[in-house]
């Protein structure tokens, strides 16, 4: 399927959303603990897709998102986000993000985002 990137400063979180995307068939090429590191490794992996969590440390989920599209501006990102992070949400969609999903998620939102975001 598609070669992904998970970026999150939570293990447990990077963990869950692992699983479901290899549950789902595609590749993980490359796991972020940072939006610095998340930037980073987006230009050496090139992935299909990212999924960029909001609240990291070093550099938070938005400035890295802006990082990325600056560098490849069809780049799809999916961004991870806490509830009552609406604004936030709305400012990375109107900057070029793919969708959103709103921890805690289950399976079938993570599946229906990433199918949206790479028109699968």
């Known amino acids: 399927m598609a070669r992904l990137m998970i970026a999150d400063d939570s293990m447990f979180m990077r963990l869950m959303i692992k699983n479901i995307l290899l549950d789902l068939g595609h590749e993980i090429v490359a796991e972020a603990s940072n939006g610095l590191e998340a930037v980073s490794l987006f ?3 090139s992935p299909d897709l990212i999924t960029l969590d909001i609240t990291m440390p070093e550099m938070n989920g938005i400035t890295a998102l802006k990082e990325i599209k600056s560098y490849k501006s069809d780049a799809k ?3 991870v986000s806490a509830m009552g992070q609406q604004s936030i949400v709305i ?4 900057m070029g993000a793919s969708d959103f999903i709103v921890k805690p998620f289950d399976k079938d939102r993570v599946a229906e985002a990433i199918q949206r975001a790479l028109k699968i």
Not at 91 to 94: D, G, K, V
């Open 91 to 94: 400012e990375a969609i109107s």
């Open 77 to 79: 990102v999916i961004m």
């Open 43 to 45: 230009i050496q992996h």
